[in-house]
């Protein structure tokens, strides 16, 4: 079990730049969240997947934001024509439907500054 | 009225004191929830959940529902400076145990004085 990994750590870009993070769950966990949190405030859930369907995406995320898992496995994050306002961490969390607990397990996060 | 609320604090408390975090719903067909910690540029971690009335004891830390109150809290006994950190509530909304998604609260921020 090598955890919930994402990639890049870190990325900075100039507004108006397409964007896209990476997210790698644990092996066996068929769900997988993106969640965006920015400081001081707790993780923002944007949407989630059951292996390859998207479940849910929050009426909170501009259509600029799109979220794919074409294989069940890792998941990609793009937000096209960034904003300032999309600087913050996003978070990639998985976990196992049906588990006895329903607990997410989180990667370190992806920081993007938009400058 | 968010769907997850707590006091952002910061709260602080004296080593060895007992502190507790508070954290209140607005979904009433919630079954789960849970707390989570968060290290300063660190990710969160899950310390405890609980999906029935009453109170659930692990270690230093009890979570403690109360579901027609709507309320969800954490105690953590006898305060150390390494549980200083941001306590996130979180509830599972839309799918009982076994589904649904974890909607956080803004999280308190806890410091524990030597």
């Known amino acids: 079990d090598t955890g919930v990994s994402q990639d890049p750590r870190h990325k900075i870009t100039k507004r108006g730049q397409n964007v896209t993070f990476r997210c790698d769950p644990i092996s066996e966990h068929n769900r997988l969240y993106w969640y965006r949190q920015t400081l001081g405030q707790g993780p923002e859930f944007l949407t989630y997947f059951q292996n390859e369907a998207q479940l849910e995406k929050s009426r909170l995320l501009s259509d600029r934001f799109s979220a794919e898992r074409p294989k069940g496995s890792f998941s990609t994050l793009e937000i096209q024509r960034t904003e300032q306002g999309d600087s913050a961490m996003y978070l990639c969390?998985?976990?196992?439907?049906?588990?006895?607990?329903?607990?997410?397990?989180f990667g370190e996060g992806s920081r993007l500054t938009v400058l | 009225q968010k769907e997850v609320e707590q006091n952002s604090g910061p709260l602080s408390v004296p080593e060895g004191a007992i502190a507790s975090l508070n954290c209140t719903y607005s979904?009433?067909?919630?079954?789960?929830f849970f707390w989570y910690r968060q290290y300063s540029g660190k990710s969160p971690e899950l310390i405890m959940f609980i999906y029935s009335n009453g109170d659930k004891e692990d270690g230093r830390f009890t979570a403690q529902l109360n579901k027609a109150s709507q309320y969800v809290s954490l105690l953590i006994r006898d305060s150390q400076p390494s549980d200083s950190a941001t306590y996130l509530c979180?509830?599972?909304?839309?799918?009982?145990?076994?589904?649904?998604?974890?909607?956080f609260g803004q999280g308190t921020e806890l410091s524990v004085k030597p």
């Open positions: 979180a509830v599972n909304i839309g799918g009982g145990n076994q589904g649904g998604k974890l909607i």
């Open positions: 969390a998985s976990s196992l439907s049906g588990g006895n607990t329903g607990e997410l397990f």
């Open positions: 979904d009433r067909g919630s079954q789960s």
